[in-house]
């Protein structure tokens, strides 16, 4: 469970240990105007290099501390901030976008509560139903419930990539990209995963489960997107990936997604679908690559349907109208 901290000292604290890992990390800082579209430049300590990929503008406010990020190197190309994450001097301000939390062990994360501020007309709403929604994570903000984008631990030695990470989704939304997935795919790659950052409540994943959840949730994406191209109702719940639903939304053909096609993978998926089958008429495993002979006659005899992804910027399935074909033959033959 994640908690925002109100305290003024830890929020102090955890502000200069933001700014002396982006130092650390090749952004020494230079006093400079930052410039706003239609609004007077700020003076702030800017932290730019060109190893970096992207800048940070710090200046104390009045009721905040602000910090303005964009991509690229600032004193090459300077532009105005393409995101800010501003956490308050003190208290909870769900007004200001940012927010330093404390996990379960007391480890402190930057958080965003997900409005980007300028731009085209509803830009400030959207940017957090269109953030993925792996990276986000529910926190204690006073006496509710908010989710909030996590961007990473303050400790973590990958976090300055993952903070890179957050301002390249941030900078693909604002240039209009329409799928998150395909902008960690086309700008960011795997940097923005960090070791630390789990999709479970331990937080103590290790850095290829964690890319492998995140590539988890865009197969699945894809898969839904495909299915409904063809014409059939989707669904999920908690314990299945997806399954083609019936008029009552009750399943007919499940299917399980696994990012390996190794054994204990195949193990694993097959438990899954035995176990959550329920009424369905049909199941199928989506794997990657492709898969032996053996495995397939297997798979076969114990009534799974196969079907393979690949792709990385764009997910392709290969075997997928067939698996459709046989789960439509099971209710009507």
Not at 9 to 15: C, L, V, Y
Not at 213 to 225: P, Q, S, Y
Request: aromatic share 10%; charged share 25%.
């Amino acid at each position: 469970m994640f908690r925002v901290i109100e305290d003024t000292g830890r929020i102090a604290k955890s502000e200069r240990k933001l700014l002396r890992r982006i130092n650390n990390a090749g952004g020494a800082p230079k006093r400079e105007y930052v410039g706003f579209p239609g609004g007077p430049p700020i003076r702030a300590e800017v932290y730019s290099g060109k190893g970096l990929g992207f800048w940070l503008a710090y200046k104390q406010l009045n009721n905040r501390f602000w910090n303005g990020l964009g991509v690229g190197d600032f004193f090459e190309e300077r532009k105005a901030p393409t995101a800010e994450v501003n956490p308050p001097l003190n208290g909870i301000h769900r007004r200001c976008m940012g927010a330093f939390l404390q996990d379960e062990s007391g480890r402190t994360w930057l958080a965003h509560r997900g409005a980007l501020g300028g731009g085209r007309k509803g830009i400030g709403s959207n940017f957090f139903s269109w953030y993925p929604k792996e990276l986000v994570r529910s926190a204690q903000d006073g006496d509710r419930q908010t989710e909030m984008i996590l961007i990473g631990r303050l400790d973590a030695p990958g976090f300055v990539r993952a903070l890179r990470g957050f301002v390249l989704l941030a900078d693909a939304f604002r240039a209009g990209q329409s799928n998150p997935s395909n902008a960690v795919a086309d700008q960011i790659g795997d940097d923005i995963y960090f070791d630390e950052f789990s999709g479970s409540t331990s937080y103590r994943k290790t850095a290829s489960e964690v890319v492998a959840d995140f590539v988890h949730g865009r197969i699945v994406r894809a898969l839904k997107e495909e299915i409904v191209r063809l014409g059939h109702r989707v669904s999920k719940d908690r314990h299945r990936d997806l399954f083609v639903a019936r008029a009552r939304g009750q399943a007919q053909l499940l299917y399980e997604v696994k990012t390996s096609a190794d054994s204990q993978s195949l193990y694993t998926a097959l438990g899954q679908l035995m176990w959550h089958r329920d009424n369905a008429s049909k199941v199928a495993v989506v794997i990657p690559g492709a898969v032996s002979d053996k495995a397939r006659r297997r798979l076969r005899d114990l009534g799974v349907s196969v079907v393979t992804w690949s792709g990385r910027k764009t997910i392709k399935f290969a075997g997928l109208e067939a698996s459709l074909l046989v789960g439509r033959q099971s209710t009507t033959g």
